[in-house]
């Protein structure tokens, strides 16, 4: 039987097409096979396909039929099956036989589909909806088509796995589903792998890829010393640019903190601004009293490139970092139960080509005092700098910087100190490859009375009295450069550069009286200084080819050690001889990213007197295609400091991932933390399974004794996601 085909042109939708080609079909026999057809119309827009075994008119019922092997297509929409019915009286159109209704990636597929063309009202029966915007699968014995793209789906099931044997799934004696919007079930039931695990009253889905209002996945936890833990939450899609989510975690049982709430804000209000608020608060049963932390980051475009940054961090009591270490953001958890303070600092601006403009105001929260009536705060901060420039008609070449501070706290000394420290250089390159320059500079800097309030608790004003200090200052470097590239392929480097720079330079500082000065900072005591400093740069940089063919040049290494002779005071003084050490420490910084997977920090200081280290610290990452990644940090500086760090995330899997990560303090042999963690992947679904055991934190120095802050714990959490549904926050 030949194939009937219709072209039309026409810019409606597909119930105005199978008008349209009812209209030009009347022409025809009451049933009959048909020729292929192709009828253009110039005032309309948009081809329509009309293809079918048979095509036949009842004129008498009003009724259009096409039979066997019907596909109606017009762009993206495509309409497949066995028989589709049309009547011209009612605008009813029902297809039959083994439906599919294509759109833009949404598929559906049933046994029949009854729609009238004019409510775009209708009934499907077991169907089933596929959507390609989050992976979406909805079926239903029997659905009912309530407006454009709004269905109601009775003994309904929703999931974003595989259809034909699902990892999980939802549901529902009734789902109310609208495409790109979200899919409302009573009563749904959490089935994995066929089983019923669990019963909910009611659940609202997002049927769209993009952010979705709604409750996402609780998590769940245990502590060894408070009980079980539940962590819910709320996510509220405000608009495009801002979102909130609210937060009600349960933490412990009847031996627990209680009840922790919290909000998080995140804005993106223009290019240049945007930022996160967040506020979490506990009415804390184990200490008996109202536990609270408030953060805030902010970057704020002005006006003409001027610019506003905040970062603020607020918190009721210093323990809280340890308590609630989860919720510190910026923070990983082991990193935020060690923290000794918190800075919050508002700042802004402009930078210049030749000179920047920065105003802060800063206020810090030692964790290791009870009260804070001597920490000195900076409120406010002004600089202004003029980078070195040339002086118009003069080879010389001129640069300033000048500091206002105000110091400010309850007890203890106060005031305001201006510095100001213009600087005068005249480079010259000798034989075109020495760089030779000299440079002198005078530092004033004046001490102004306190403007505040005389102190609460010793009653004196401590600086009433108008106090400066005059430094000069004289250096003078040379250097030159030395390199050679290298031609030949290796790994992905077609060309690579080898660079070689010392460089000598000499500083004069005289001796200047400052006892009698206030000390706010290491700015208020500038030592005499008699020393030549020498020192060599090595740098490697290379053409690396990139995926895709491109080229790109960058630094793959740096190397710089550097030493200092005194002719005057000695670095430091041998208590037993008397004598003096002249020579400094040697200070050496590594950095290098030779490939795309690695990277190295590391810098030294050698004590050339005791032949040991002084301090050393190395951090280095590395990482693969596959997924796998470690990162280790040492941290060592004599007699104060030795710590270990460890980062590692092994893919033992596609679908299995295992974290580990450890904190130790190597001089007082004490482990901070460990975390464990595996997660389990699949198509539609995801299981992070962590367990913290953090260990007691260190004695720590507070108002003269030594506390210990907290006492063992072990965290064990579990985390699901679904596709397509989400889990809680990023938090953990």
């Not at 597909?14 to 079909?25: D, G, K, T």
């Not at 036949?56 to 495509?78: A, C, M, P, Q």
Request: aromatic share 14%.
């Amino acid at each position: 039987m030949p194939t009937v085909e219709f072209v039309l042109m026409t810019k409606y939708g597909l119930s105005l097409y199978l008008a349209l080609v009812l209209c030009y079909l009347l022409l025809l026999p009451s049933s009959s096979p048909c020729q292929q057809w192709e009828m253009l119309m110039p005032r309309l827009e948009g081809p329509v396909h009309i293809k079918s075994d048979t095509a036949s008119y009842d004129r008498g019922k009003g009724v259009f039929v096409v039979e066997g092997h019907v596909e109606i297509t017009r762009g993206t929409l495509t309409l497949e099956a066995d028989r589709v019915e049309l009547n011209e009286m009612t605008n009813d159109a029902a297809a039959e036989g083994h439906v599919v209704l294509r759109e833009g990636g949404d598929v559906l597929k049933c046994d029949r589909l009854e729609l009238n063309l004019q409510t775009q009202m209708g009934s499907i029966t077991n169907g089933t909806l596929f959507t390609r915007e989050g992976n979406f699968y909805i079926t239903g014995k029997r659905a009912e088509k309530l407006g454009e793209r709004t269905y109601r789906v009775y003994d309904a099931s929703f999931t974003t796995c595989d259809i034909t044997s699902p990892d999980w799934k939802f549901t529902a004696k009734r789902v109310d589903v609208t495409l790109g919007g979200y899919a409302v079930a009573r009563g749904p039931v959490f089935y994995i792998r066929g089983i019923p695990v669990l019963y909910i009253p009611g659940g609202i889905f997002p049927v769209r890829g993009e952010r979705q209002t709604g409750f996402l996945i609780p998590k769940f936890g245990n502590s060894s010393k408070f009980g079980p833990e539940v962590f819910t939450a709320f996510y509220w899609a405000i608009a495009k640019n801002m979102d909130a989510t609210f937060y009600l975690d349960r933490l412990g049982d009847g031996r627990g903190r209680g009840w922790n709430e919290g909000i998080e804000f995140r804005y993106a209000l223009r290019k240049d601004t945007d930022g996160e608020f967040s506020f979490y608060y506990c009415d804390d049963q184990v200490e008996r009293d109202n536990r609270w932390g408030g953060f805030l980051r902010h970057r704020q475009g002005v006006f003409q490139d001027y610019y506003l940054r905040a970062n603020v961090a607020l918190i009721s009591d210093d323990d809280y970092v340890v308590d609630f270490d989860e919720y510190i953001p910026g923070e990983r958890l082991i990193d935020a139960r060690t923290m000794r303070q918190l800075e919050s600092t508002v700042f802004g601006g402009r930078n210049w080509s030749r000179f920047n403009l920065l105003g802060e105001v800063s206020y810090i929260d030692d964790l290791t005092v009870e009260t804070h009536r001597e920490t000195l705060q900076r409120i406010p901060t002004l600089q202004f700098v003029a980078l070195k420039q040339g002086l118009p008609y003069t080879p010389l070449y001129f640069g300033w910087g000048s500091d206002y501070t105000r110091f400010w706290r309850l007890e203890g000394l106060r005031g305001n100190r201006l510095d100001l420290h213009p600087r005068l250089s005249f480079p010259l390159m000798l034989m075109k490859v020495i760089r030779f320059e000299p440079e002198a500079g005078f530092r004033e800097t004046l001490y102004l009375p306190s403007n505040g309030p005389r102190s609460p608790y010793t009653g004196d004003r401590m600086m009433d009295e108008f106090e400066t200090r005059e430094i000069p200052d004289f250096t003078v470097s040379t250097s030159t450069i030395l390199g050679r590239a290298y031609e030949g392929k290796w790994w992905n480097l077609e060309r690579w550069k080898h660079q070689i720079e010392p460089e000598v330079s000499y500083t004069y500082i005289p001796r200047v009286n400052q006892n009698d000065l206030p000390v706010f900072g290491e700015l208020d005591r500038i030592d005499y200084t008699n020393a030549v400093t020498y020192g060599l740069t090595n740098t490697v940089s290379g053409k690396i080819r990139e995926d895709g063919g491109r080229y790109t040049y960058r630094e793959l290494l740096r190397f710089t050690v550097s030493q200092s002779y005194s002719f005057g005071e000695p670095f430091r003084e041998e208590a037993r001889s008397g004598g003096g050490r002249y020579f400094s420490d040697i200070e050496a910084e590594l950095w290098s990213n030779p490939f795309e997977y690695v990277n190295m920090q590391g810098d030294l200081r050698y004590n050339t007197y005791e032949g040991h280290l002084e301090g050393f610290n190395v951090y280095a990452a590395l990482s693969d295609k596959r997924g796998d990644a470690l990162g280790l940090e040492y941290r060592f500086s004599r007699d104060e400091v030795e710590n270990i760090n460890i980062n590692l995330k092994v893919r033992l899997q596609e679908w299995l991932d295992l974290f580990y990560r450890n904190s130790y303090n190597i001089l007082e042999k004490r482990r901070f933390a460990s975390v464990y963690g595996l997660e389990f992947r699949a198509k539609c679904w995801e299981i992070q399974l962590f367990v913290e055991d953090k260990n007691r934190t260190p004695l720590t120095v507070r108002d003269g004794e030594l506390t210990r802050l907290q006492e063992d714990e072990i965290k064990f959490m579990i985390q699901v996601t679904l596709t397509g549904i989400g889990a809680v926050g990023q938090r953990f």
